[in-house]
């Protein structure tokens, strides 16, 4: 069952909102009715998704389960990051002259 937006000129926001609701409640304009159980029901489709499209390459892939066993060691750690990313070395190097240059930069004269 549709319901009747009433908006309140006091609570607007912004004035934006103050003149649509003064518009409305003049009569200029049509109130926004909305269809909670229609709205509902639309985000109950959208919320289980197609199943048509399995298969396709939207799908996401399985994800494979994985078991570790605590070792207690941090080299089996720091392995372990290494072998899941891999980021690139820094492209320059920040000595002090590159910093007393930026501190200079960012001193008001």
């Known amino acids: 069952m549709p319901e009747e937006i009433k908006p309140n000129v006091s609570e607007a926001a912004s004035e934006d909102a103050k003149l649509a609701a003064e518009s409305i409640a003049s009569g200029e304009e049509k109130a926004p009715t909305v269809d909670m159980e229609a709205d509902y029901q639309a985000a109950q489709q959208y919320s289980q998704g197609d199943r048509s499209s399995e298969g ?9 389960p994985t078991s570790a066993q605590p070792t207690g060691n941090p080299e089996d750690y720091q392995q ?17 002259d590159l910093v007393e240059q930026a501190i200079d930069r960012g001193t008001s004269k």
């Open 56 to 64: 396709t390459k939207e799908t996401a892939p399985e994800a494979q």
């Open 80 to 96: 372990m990051a290494k072998e899941v990313g891999h980021s690139e070395p820094a492209v320059t190097k920040v000595t002090d």
